[in-house]
């Protein structure tokens, strides 16, 4: 019950990953209202200064603008250089612009009495002003009410401050619902549109990436392929990878093994190629990796991949042994012709194995 009360109040209808990420989003458009906020705040105070350099009605309330220029000014320093590095200070500012405000309406009063309409606008305006959860809302409003009854009391006459104070009241239950209401549909857009951006990255890693491996698929490699064809790079280098004994694997201990063959062979290849992104499982034995940074040694990350072959254990396999082939042209002309010939050259490295090993390629 208090977990779901929890839920309702904060908004929480994603899980705890997206909620912080969607949060993040909220309270920097709540860092950017807040400069916007204070700005506008701080030139409506400072006019209202100069006028009360000649103006008598607004030298009443001198020292009520002063302190709103002042509270608006540290907001306006927080949001712009604090708030970004803690986050949490995005809140407080946020209520520092509303009390500014608040102070300001309480200050006017004695202009204007009974008609406070500054007051009534803070508690209605500020909670749908900023997106925030309903918590957040409350503490504000309870912080009005606080900074009103200890200001107002001192500045208004006691039946004026009576019926404002009554109408905070009524006022401020008006705005947590509107900000309630408001807040939730604009907090319901973030989160739409963060499971969007979420639905559109699984989608890419589905479409292009081998979900057994973790490594890109045929479809990567094919598009790869296709880029490398149309702007052709000066160097280019083509590795091709088998892995040796899947059926082999396959027949004696099972297709877990084999499975376990496959992914163990792909934890090897990706650390031996650490840090290329183009390496990719295009068959079911079959990898490939693209290299066109000259300074990129491909026969190092080979010799480093079979280190980690030979060293390699398993629950069902205790070895795994790849053939590869490399091929590479500094006049990057067909790359149909590099990737036949780096196909040939790992070909001819697993004749080299199963003959050194006398093994039968019809049972491998």
């Not at 350099?53 to 000014?73: F, G, K």
């Given at each position: 019950m208090i977990r779901k009360l929890k839920e309702i109040l904060l908004y929480q209808t994603a899980g705890n990953g997206d909620l912080k990420s969607i949060h993040a989003q909220v309270m920097?458009?709540?860092?950017?209202?807040?400069?916007?906020?204070?700005?506008?705040?701080?030139?409506?105070?400072?006019?209202?200064?100069?006028?009360?350099?000649?103006?008598?009605?607004?030298?009443?309330?001198?020292?009520?603008?002063?302190?709103?220029?002042?509270?608006?000014?540290?907001?306006?320093?927080?949001?712009?250089?604090?708030?970004?590095?803690?986050?949490?200070?995005?809140?407080?500012?946020?209520?520092?612009?509303?009390?500014?405000?608040?102070?300001?309406?309480?200050?006017?009063?004695?202009?204007?009495?009974?008609?406070?309409?500054?007051?009534?606008?803070?508690?209605?305006?500020?909670?749908?002003?900023?997106?925030?959860?309903?918590?957040?809302?409350?503490?504000?409003?309870?912080?009005?009410?606080?900074?009103?009854?200890?200001?107002?009391?001192?500045?208004?006459e006691p039946s004026i401050y009576d019926w404002v104070r009554t109408n905070l009241i009524i006022f401020s239950s008006i705005g947590l619902i509107l900000g309630y209401f408001v807040n939730r549909t604009r907090f319901e857009r973030y989160l739409f549109a963060e499971s969007a951006v979420k639905l559109a990255e699984l989608q890419t890693k589905y479409a292009y990436n081998d979900p057994m491996t973790g490594l890109h698929n045929r479809r990567a490699?094919?598009?790869?392929?296709?880029?490398?064809?149309?702007?052709?790079?000066?160097?280019?280098?083509?590795?091709?990878?088998?892995?040796?004994?899947?059926?082999?694997?396959?027949?004696?201990?099972?297709?877990?093994?084999?499975?376990?063959?496959?992914?163990?062979?792909?934890?090897?290849?990706?650390?031996?190629?650490?840090?290329?992104?183009?390496?990719?499982r295009i068959g079911g034995d079959e990898f490939c990796a693209i290299l066109t940074d000259p300074k990129i040694d491909a026969g190092q990350c080979v010799a480093r991949t079979n280190e980690l072959c030979a060293g390699w254990k398993g629950q069902y396999v205790r070895s795994i042994s790849v053939s590869c082939g490399i091929a590479r042209t500094g006049d990057f002309t067909d790359l149909d012709s590099l990737t036949k010939e780096a196909d040939k050259a790992m070909y001819e490295a697993k004749r080299n194995y199963y003959i050194n090993n006398g093994i039968d390629r019809r049972r491998r």
């Open positions: 920097e458009e709540n860092r950017k209202f807040a400069i916007i906020w204070s700005i506008f705040q701080i030139l409506y105070w400072g006019f209202c200064l100069i006028m009360s350099i000649n103006h008598p009605d607004y030298r009443l309330c001198r020292h009520v603008y002063i302190v709103a220029l002042s509270i608006c000014a540290v907001a306006l320093l927080l949001a712009l250089f604090a708030a970004p590095r803690v986050r949490w200070l995005i809140i407080p500012t946020t209520i520092l612009v509303d009390i500014a405000l608040l102070g300001a309406g309480v200050g006017v009063a004695q202009l204007m009495a009974p008609k406070t309409i500054i007051i009534f606008a803070s508690v209605l305006v500020v909670p749908v002003f900023f997106i925030s959860d309903i918590i957040s809302t409350i503490v504000l409003l309870i912080t009005n009410f606080i900074v009103f009854s200890l200001a107002g009391k001192h500045t208004m490699y094919s598009e790869m392929l296709d880029q490398l064809t149309t702007n052709k790079p000066a160097y280019c280098c083509v590795v091709m990878m088998d892995i040796n004994g899947l059926k082999k694997t396959n027949d004696i201990l099972g297709h877990e093994a084999g499975d376990e063959l496959i992914a163990g062979a792909a934890e090897c290849i990706r650390r031996g190629f650490e840090g290329i992104d183009t390496v990719y």
